[in-house]
């Protein structure tokens, strides 16, 4: 299937020609030093250079002096698209044209300098290739990289690269770039070419792309969304998806509260709105109900089956559109692939396209639902994956609930078709955390914009996080100091200066840490100053340095009315009658929950 070297070198020339407009070059050669030079990021190596710059006062191109690399399922002219795998690679022929989004590259001044590694087939989010080997993940080398665009992300995460572009059809630019600790953008569905890829499944294909700064992501995201620069728009309503958090096994600290400190600094009091993603969704998408399934390995909580079911209609779409691409080439072939992806081609092929009508029927419902609720000015916020990227050479059968658990969160703007950015928001364990904004179908400037405006103080955020917690594992126990620090809180809460209680309790924590009063202390503040996640968050603490600490009880119960969490507060509310049955507050609020619950 291959040609000769005349062949090729005949095919570059016409690669000279064809792309002659932005002046390319094309020098290609294989990787054969190991992938300690380049983490493993790159399958083959070449050249396509921009063309010149005009001559002024006309402006210089926008990606000028800027690098970038292509996932190996975008054909570059002359070259074979190797899918992910060497069986694809030996039945296909070089590609005839380039993929229109590396032309728009390339003709807006960045140099392509070769393609990146891919999972099988596109077909996992781990980031492992059995035939081409791992990808190393450059912040966190004992874990993948994410999958499937994981070439790409590693590209970027080493510095090997200003940019690189990836496919994302159930996160493959969303979780490598949340595992790598760097930016990653899926547009709107349609809005960026597809055509010169390898399909997977065309109604939730994008292509999408990594950076390690919003400068670079947002200069791409015009050049290849083909957007003219204007004033920021800020967003009015963010709104926290709080199902979707629960979700995570990263601490509220190291997420959530993140999230709501840097919105707050960013824009001005916007109106933040806390909801259960998953409720809405169930009450606005009826064909879900179809797609409701069991609850897998009990991970995720029955009152969250929205989030399931829009996954399995997500998953059922995908298989059944993969079939219909690569059926005959899988049969005739019957191709080597990696553990896990064998199982999952394999369920694809066994699809039938009974349900697919109903599978569209919730992509339609969900994208106008989705638009409704954000409209042209609101941010929908969640965590990009359910943790922490998992260690290398973990159990296929250890990754399920993981997977199962990712889905649910990128199934969201998957089946929506709205617009997401992965923002790196700090560490957990060493390894990288990163938090996920969306906006409606179409909206893909105005994310871009408040992706850049967020970032920035969401670093900070973090880093501020990270050094408090550090010192509060090393300053000396003092208790004295302690006590002194929580009086002086009480003073000031007694003064309605909150605020400044807020940092008296604080203290007295850094010099006593497993102290549940403080914390509880502190939650009263933050009540008082209407911050219910920062409350809750104090509570959990304060009752797991004290289950009979009874104010703590109340004060989670309260918060978590106010956040809408009715069962949990009911449950916190009952626990405070366990420890004290007379007590009129959580007597009174019983009573009033149980009319929300039950009548």
């Known amino acids: 299937m291959f040609r000769s070297a005349k062949s ?4 570059n020339l016409w690669v000279l020609l064809g792309l002659g407009i932005a002046g390319i070059i094309l020098l290609s050669r294989r990787r054969k030093k190991n992938a300690c030079k380049d983490f493993g990021a790159f399958i083959q190596y070449f050249e396509l250079l921009p063309p010149p710059q005009p001559a002024p006062p006309i402006a210089p191109h926008p990606l000028s002096n800027l690098t970038f690399a292509v996932k190996d399922v975008f054909d570059v002219e002359g070259y074979v698209t190797g ?18 989004v590396v032309k728009l590259l390339v003709q807006g001044g960045a140099t392509c300098i070769g393609k990146t590694h891919m999972d099988d087939l596109a077909y996992s989010i781990n980031g492992v290739n059995k035939h081409y080997g791992i990808p190393i993940n450059p912040v966190a080398t004992s874990h993948v990289a994410g999958g499937s665009s994981s070439g790409s992300a590693v590209a970027v995460a080493a510095g090997l690269v200003d940019f690189a572009i990836g496919t994302d059809t159930g996160g493959s630019v969303r979780i490598p770039a949340a595992f790598c600790g760097i930016l990653g953008f899926r547009p709107s569905h349609g809005a960026v070419s597809t055509v010169g890829l390898v399909p997977m499944a065309q109604s939730l294909d994008t292509a999408g792309w990594f950076a390690r700064d919003t400068t670079i992501l947002r200069k791409v995201g015009h050049v290849l969304l083909q957007l003219p620069y204007t004033d920021f728009k800020q967003p ?7 199902d979707c958090f629960r979700l995570s ?6 997420s959530l509260d993140v999230a709501v400190k840097s919105i707050e600094k960013a824009f001005l009091r916007p109106a933040i709105v806390h909801m259960k993603l998953g409720d809405y969704m169930a009450s606005n998408i009826p064909s879900l109900k179809a797609f409701k399934g069991e ?15 829009l996954k399995n209609a997500l998953r059922l779409l995908q298989r059944f559109e993969f079939k219909t691409n690569h059926e005959e080439w899988i049969n005739n072939v019957k191709p080597d692939l990696g553990p896990g992806i064998a199982d999952r081609v394999s369920a694809a092929l066994q699809t039938t396209p009974e349900q697919i009508s109903l599978c569209l029927k919730v992509r339609d419902e969900a994208r106008m639902v989705l638009n409704e609720l954000l409209a042209n000015d609101g941010v929908l916020v969640m965590p990009t994956a359910p943790g922490p990227p998992p260690k290398l050479r973990t159990r296929e059968t250890l990754l399920a609930d993981f997977r199962e658990n990712a889905f649910c969160l990128l199934s969201v703007a998957g089946m929506s078709g709205c617009c997401q ?4 928001a700090g560490k957990h364990d060493e390894c990288p955390v990163a938090l996920s904004l969306i906006a409606r179908t179409g909206s893909d400037r105005f994310l871009l914009d408040t992706a850049n405006t ?23 126990y003092k208790p004295e100091a302690a006590e002194a620090a929580k009086e002086k809180g009480n003073i000031a809460f007694k003064n309605m200066d909150y605020k400044a ?7 007295a924590i850094q010099f006593d840490g497993k102290n549940a009063t403080y914390y509880s202390n502190r939650a009263a503040a933050h009540l008082a100053m209407y911050s219910f996640t920062q409350a809750e968050a104090d509570c959990c603490k304060a009752i797991d340095l004290d289950r009979k600490n009874i104010k703590a009880h109340l004060r989670r119960g309260t918060a978590r009315e106010f956040l809408g969490y009715y069962r949990e507060a009911d449950e916190d509310f009952k626990q405070a009658l366990v420890l004290e049955p007379t007590n009129k507050t959580a007597g009174e609020a019983v009573k009033r929950l149980r009319k929300v619950l039950y009548e």
């Open 295 to 309: 609850v897998e390995n009990g991970k995720v909580e029955p009152e969250n089956y929205a989030l399931i079911a």
């Open 83 to 100: 899918f992910g795998n060497p069986d694809w690679a030996r039945t296909h022929e070089p590609a005839t044209q380039t993929a229109t």
């Open 236 to 242: 009015r309503r963010i709104i926290i998806s709080d």
């Open 454 to 476: 967020l970032y920035p103080l969401l670093q900070k955020e973090a880093e501020s996080i990270a050094s408090a917690s550090s010192s509060i594992s090393t300053v000396t």
């Open 421 to 424: 950015v992965s923002l790196p």
């Open 8 to 11: 090729m070198s005949l095919a």
């Open 501 to 507: 209680a807020i940092d008296c309790y604080s203290e």
């Open 249 to 254: 096994t990263v601490p509220k600290e190291r």
